[in-house]
């Protein structure tokens, strides 16, 4: 019996990230992006974005964040991408609606492309509990990027022969 395990140990050729970074509600997805940013760094990643091994995109709104994430997918070009959303469900349904599409987009992106898409959309019924998890108790961005790079390493490690994750 053979066990595949993650590390978070630099490798070669390094690894290449994209995040996808939702505008709504950004003063709290910049606590999440600064977040991921500073783990990646201690864990070897140049974040700079000019320097090729992180891209950036910013999209309107979580809802976007599934169609901009399989894009990346598709190239081929990352190990990991890593989502960053906060939605708040204030008075309206349409927070249902939104968290929904984002969550169920994000799973979906990951089982069709093979490449692990990570979940970093924020949900909470309070911008106070948003910003509690994005650095005021706690930032949830850390273990995104914790997650990423987790996910990264394991995809490596699994023998090209297993399948490569594309439905047919
Ligand atoms: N987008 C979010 O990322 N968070 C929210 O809380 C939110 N709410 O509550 O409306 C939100 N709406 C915008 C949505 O993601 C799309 O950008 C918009 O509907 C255009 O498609």
Redesign the pocket.
């Known amino acids: 019996m053979t066990v595949f395990e993650g590390t978070f140990a630099p490798v070669s050729p390094p690894y290449r990230f994209a995040i996808v970074i ?1 505008r ?2 950004d003063l709290v997805t910049d606590k999440l992006v600064s977040a991921c940013q500073d783990c990646l760094k201690r864990h070897g990643i140049d974040t700079e974005p000019d320097h090729d091994q992180v891209d950036y995109v910013w ?6 964040v599934p169609l901009v994430a399989r894009k990346l997918a598709l190239s081929g070009r990352y190990d990991a991408i890593i989502c960053l ?6 008075q ?1 349904p ?2 249902d609606f ?1 968290a929904s599409e ?1 969550a169920k987009g994000i799973a979906s992106i990951a089982l069709q492309t093979g490449v692990p898409v990570i979940f970093g ?1 924020l949900t909470t019924d309070t911008m106070e509990q948003a910003l509690e998890r994005a650095g005021i108790k706690s930032n949830h961005g850390w273990h995104y990027a914790l997650n990423a790079l987790e996910m990264a390493s394991l995809m490596r490690q699994m023998p090209s022969s297993f399948a490569s994750g594309q439905i047919v």
């Open positions: 939702a709504f509600n999209v309107p709104g979580s809802f976007e959303g906060a939605v708040i469900r204030g309206t349409h927070f939104v984002a959309i």
